[in-house]
């Protein structure tokens, strides 16, 4: 048996489709599968893949059970390019909350940027120096 990193990343969203439009016409994402929830066949699951296999999976909220246990901090989302991937979430209308901004984390040199997504979810982009 072999772990293979990770295969998607589970986010918690008010409007569904809002979220799938921001991460695939303002972040660029391709739609790879889209699927109803099991316990509630009216919502829709969308995974939609980044780049590099970087997928998001947008789950539309259910009872407020699951989404209480929730623990994640944020998402960082690799880029080769912070400021145009800052521009360009701005620009398909995420919050800012950092400015690209190159800093040192330890001894990783990097050039990163937060902004809030369109269910307040924090969404960093990070390159690595």
């Known amino acids: 048996m072999q772990i293979n990193g990770f295969h998607h990343i589970g986010l918690w969203v008010q409007d569904s489709e809002k979220s799938r439009d921001f991460y ?6 391709k739609l790879v599968h889209s ?20 997928v998001v999976e947008i789950i539309p909220r259910g009872n407020g059970g699951e989404e209480a246990n929730s623990r994640w901090v944020h998402i960082a989302i690799r880029t080769d390019d912070t400021q145009a991937a800052y521009d360009m979430a701005i620009k398909a209308g995420a919050e800012s909350r950092t400015k690209p901004q190159d800093i040192n984390l330890g001894t990783m040199a990097v050039r990163n940027a937060f902004v809030l997504g369109p269910d307040r979810e924090a969404i960093e982009f990070l390159q690595v120096r």
């Open 24 to 29: 695939i016409k303002g972040l660029g994402g």
């Open 35 to 54: 699927f109803p929830r099991l316990d509630a066949p009216d919502k829709i699951i969308y995974l939609v893949d980044l780049g590099n296999n970087a």
